[in-house]
């Protein structure tokens, strides 16, 4: 089976870091490209990050360009979100989703979702 | 950054009716639109890539066409499975960005 599992959210104070983990499983993960997305408490999806295949290309919402680093470790099949100088407004549920496409540095939609990781960002 | 709007905010209908939502875009994005379910407590769902392409495992009641900034997702015949928040998605520029999304409840 098909699926990703996302860990290491949690309460943080302002200012602080935290990174987030992705574990997937049941798939080609070095062949797929990988996003995370989240979504504040009663409110929509936000698109956050992108990685492409293999890592050699990563786009970012402009909300955290500069302060969020996608990574990921193939020989692990996992992903990561390392957030820094984090502040109220990224309080969200946290998820990552694979890329439909197999196409390398295309992206259609997302067709596997994690069940998110809640990260509360207060003093 | 290209902006989606989604109407109505709120579709009240009945199962078995036909569902019609909208999503305009701010600028012209060929067909590079997506459609995700949302029912509460879970994460989205992929019912619709490329304004028209089915997800896999996907029922065909759902279908959606368009082009350009203006595109429909619609629901034939509501079952009561499909009372969910729908969202669109474009990805025809950097960034991704979605919808504020439509809420389909009972009536």
């Known amino acids: 089976q098909v699926h990703l599992v996302e860990s290491g959210g949690g309460v943080v104070q302002p200012g602080r870091s935290l990174r987030l983990s992705c574990a997937a499983s049941g798939f080609a993960f070095s062949n797929s490209a990988i996003h995370w997305v989240r979504q504040a408490p009663g409110k929509g999806l936000e698109w956050v990050a992108a990685t492409s295949h293999g890592g050699s290309k990563e786009y970012y919402a402009d909300s955290v360009k500069g302060r969020f680093t996608i990574a990921r470790d193939d020989s692990k099949d996992t992903l990561y979100l390392q957030m820094i100088s984090l502040r109220g407004e990224d309080t969200a549920v946290y998820y990552c989703?694979?890329?439909?496409?197999?196409?390398?540095?295309?992206?259609?939609?997302?067709?596997?979702w994690g069940q998110g990781t809640t990260v509360t960002v207060s003093s | 950054e290209i902006v989606l709007t989604q109407s109505p905010a709120t579709l009240s209908l009945s199962p078995g009716e036909r569902a019609t939502l909208s999503c305009r875009v701010s600028q012209s994005i060929s067909y590079y639109l997506a459609w995700y379910q949302q029912k509460p407590g879970q994460a989205p769902r992929l019912l619709i890539y490329?304004?028209?392409s089915r997800a896999t495992g996907i029922p065909a009641r759902f279908s959606g066409s368009g082009s350009g900034t203006d595109f429909t997702l619609t629901i034939s015949s509501l079952e009561p499975e499909d009372f969910a928040v729908y969202y669109c998605?474009?990805?025809?520029?950097?960034?991704?960005?979605f919808g504020p999304g439509t809420r389909v409840d009972i009536k």
């Open positions: 989703a694979r890329d439909v496409s197999t196409i390398p540095d295309h992206y259609y939609g997302m067709d596997v």
């Open positions: 998605q474009q990805r025809a520029n950097w960034p991704i960005t």
């Open positions: 490329d304004t028209s």
